[in-house]
């Protein structure tokens, strides 16, 4: 299983990812650019986190986060945000669930136990 993973704010981005890897011993692979609105949230940016099991196909997907789009090339555009939304842009892949994610509150054991809980 891999992690593909994009957070707007890139140093705690990376000391997440190394908790994740860390912790439950699963591949990290950075992907900037999946939010495309961090430039307009100021220090608040979503964490966008992506567990794929097969990559790089989308099968078998969770995801945890507020918003990501162009998760693999030449595939349409994927929005998704927070639980709940009846926007109807905001389609989401079969088979996903969510996590609410505040990155500024909560600390790296809860996100990884968040995580592990997902992947069991």
Known sequence: M???MSCGDTAFGALLGDAIRD????DVCYCPGLTPNEKHLGKYVPICIVLVTNFPTDEDVVTIGCKWEKLFPNTPIIWCDLVGSTDPRHSCL???SWLRVDPWCRPFSTLVEGIRQRIR
Do not use: A, K, V
């Not at 912790?23 to 699963?26: D, Q, W």
């Open 2 to 4: 891999s992690i593909l």
């Open 23 to 26: 912790n439950l011993g699963l």
């Open 94 to 96: 079969r088979n996903t």
